[in-house]
């Protein structure tokens, strides 16, 4: 399996901010580490172009995010202070997810340690969101006649609200989101399919509302599965509000899979968010992700 990862400077935050930048490199160490994919299968994310970006967003907006003329309460709305490295990152985010898409479109599974920028709306960042990767993707994707149908599988614990905004009525694409009912974002946009789960909900009220979710996108025939395979479900992340256990977690991943198997559909994986104490229970739920990604599709 070819994985991407964005190859950018270390974003500069203040001291104790509190989103872990850490955990890209400890996903990437931990991938190679445990033979989940070899080094040469892991590939700098291009960075994408800004007419590509334009499909989902304002041209005001990318033009203050590459410029840094983003106002202080847009940085506010972002959580992340505006930094020529985060302009960069931001970019390449698009760039890996874009390409991680094509290379699953040729065979069959692919990903990105990064990715899942599912806050992002076409005039605003949000939720540490500057650019929204998948919606890029899925409309250029559309837009070339590369495919005809896709969907948007989010697992994230928080509401996909950008994917929903920048996307929703866009014929061709089916966009799920599964989501904590109580968690950020607080003003929801609507999703084709939105699950929203109490507070505390276990691996089994999880997979009992997943599983009907998942036959919904199945019948829509997706040909591609963007799966924004977020790890903040997990009982010990600090801002998720759920209870699942890293088995639950792998279930959850298997049941994707096995629906795009049972489709013939590609796969590519965004990781969304994940903010574990310790941050090593993250790592270990992105991991496992593409683990079965590896064991249920054969790549
Ligand atoms: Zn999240």
Redesign the pocket.
Known sequence: MRLFFPDTPMLPLPPGHRFPRGKYQMLREKLIGEGIVDERGLVASPVAALDDIARAHSRDYIDNVMSGDLTREAQRLIGLPWSAELALRSRVVVGGAMEAAREALSNGASGQLAGGTHHAHREFGSGFCVFNDLAVTALALLAEGAISRLAIVDL???QGDGNAAILGGTPGVIVLSVHGERNFPFNKMASDIDVALPDGADDEAYLAALAPALERVAAFRPELVLYLS?A?PLASDK?GRLELTFAGMIARDRMVFEMARRLGAAVSIAI??GYADPISDTVEAYANSFRAAREVLRV
């Open positions: 994230d614990v928080h977020g903040d801002l969304g968010g």
